[in-house]
């Protein structure tokens, strides 16, 4: 599976499979199938609009106005209205062979520095395959890559428009178009069972959706994420703007797309504990941008919690995961055990820490226990 991801393919900037197709039952029978999807989704957001922004062209401007964002906040004057038809890219993978189907969906949402690929473990096997794990317990999935990301031929203005509420509408918009348009949408199936799954600040982005539409979820599972986050920690990593710092992969995006060009603090930010050191650095070479309008409002989003959504909360988070937990095991037990008072109308809330784990969980050797655990919780509380 790895051999054929050469360094060749990747200064290339080939858009890398995000899904191994490789998982099969006991029997031998593929487990899983699935296939590129992409969505048109009508969205308006009151977006934020910053006191002080910097000059869309100036990249000194642009990461002090992060890592501000970031440490003491960044002012906001007021909100603006933003609308559009978005293009959402999409991997739509289905149990297949013997595994019963469930008729439910999980809509996958990845975190800041990555996309869609995230889920499918970068080519690195099964164990960290979301869409496999998820699929032999007979749970659809569908990864999206968010607005700005991954598959996106568009850059939309990255401070402007690229904003954790215009992202928190579009996916209110897709889940309705899935819940109410039966097979006349992307997937060709409707699903009346729908499970948000995201990681760091697709965590940050569900609690948005849940707050605001309480009934999209039936259940939300929060990974990288505790209602106690370091932003401080996050703060102190280098950032550079993409276009000047992978000019042969990222020409054209405007410089509020930024990256880390530091490979020890990359791995330092999601990897911690018990991994495979080659699928980190294989992360660094593949890491996507993320916008100054994503760091700014994630700042802004990582407090407010859960609000009163009623569906069923599942949290996990690494013990070493730098920015949502601490160690040891004990503590952070403790800080997501917490978090449950942040879902006060929560029908169900059961939290994981799997030990020897950062940021990135489904990236660690953990990450078949972390699969299980979420997939208990949804057996049990999905109906
Ligand atoms: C999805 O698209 C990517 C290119 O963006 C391609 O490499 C991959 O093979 C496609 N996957 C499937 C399952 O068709
Ligand atoms: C970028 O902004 C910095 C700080 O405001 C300023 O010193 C510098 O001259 C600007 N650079 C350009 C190319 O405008
Ligand atoms: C979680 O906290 C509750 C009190 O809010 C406590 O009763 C319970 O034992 C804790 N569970 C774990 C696993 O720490």
């Not at 993320?290 to 599942?314: H, I, K, N, Q």
């Not at 059961?350 to 784990?357: L, R, S």
Request: charged share 15%.
């Amino acid at each position: 599976m790895r051999s054929h991801l050469s360094s060749s393919l990747l200064l290339a900037g080939t858009a890398l499979s995000a899904v191994s197709a490789a998982a099969v039952d006991g029997r031998g029978h593929p487990t899983t199938e699935c296939s590129n999807v992409s969505f048109k989704i009508p969205a308006t957001a009151q977006n934020l609009v910053f006191a002080t922004p910097p000059g869309a062209n100036n990249e000194t401007e642009i990461l002090a106005f992060i890592k501000q964002s970031l440490t003491t906040g960044e002012a906001v004057s007021s909100t603006q209205r933003v609308s559009g038809d978005y293009a959402i890219n999409a991997v739509f993978c289905q149990p297949t062979g013997k595994t019963k189907a469930r008729g439910v969906l999980e809509v996958l949402v990845h975190g800041l520095g990555f996309d869609k690929a995230s889920w499918g473990g970068l080519g690195f096997g099964d164990q960290y395959n979301w869409h496999a794990g998820a699929n032999a317990r007979g749970y659809h999935t569908l990864a999206i890559d968010r607005l700005g990301q991954g598959a996106d031929a568009a850059h939309p203005d990255p401070r402007n428009i690229v904003q954790a509420q215009l992202h928190a509408e579009i996916i209110h918009q897709l889940i309705t178009t899935i819940r109410k348009n039966a097979k006349n949408n992307a997937l060709g199936q409707g699903f009346d069972k729908i499970v948000y799954v995201g990681h760091s600040f697709g965590s940050i982005l569900g609690t948005a959706v849940g707050r605001q539409y309480p009934a999209d979820a039936d259940v939300t599972v929060l990974t990288g994420y505790s209602s106690a986050p370091n932003l401080g920690a996050i703060s102190g990593y280098q950032l550079a703007s993409a276009a000047l710092f992978r000019p042969q992969q990222f020409a054209g995006y405007p410089l509020g797309y930024t990256m880390m060009p530091v490979e020890a603090e990359r791995r330092a930010n999601f990897f911690e504990g018990a991994y495979d050191p080659a699928l980190a650095h294989f992360d660094y070479l593949t890491q996507r941008p993320s916008t100054d309008g994503e760091w700014a409002t994630l700042a802004a989003g990582a407090g407010p919690g859960g609000g009163d959504y009623p569906g069923a909360v599942f949290v996990a988070a690494g013990v070493y995961d730098v920015g949502a937990c601490q160690p040891p095991l004990a503590t952070c037990q403790d800080i997501l055990n917490k978090t449950r008072l942040a879902f006060p109308k929560a029908r169900a809330y059961d939290f994981f820490a799997p030990d020897n784990t950062g940021h990135a969980l489904s990236l660690h050797y953990s990450a078949p226990e972390t699969l299980k655990r979420v997939h208990d919780f949804l057996d049990r509380h999905i109906y």
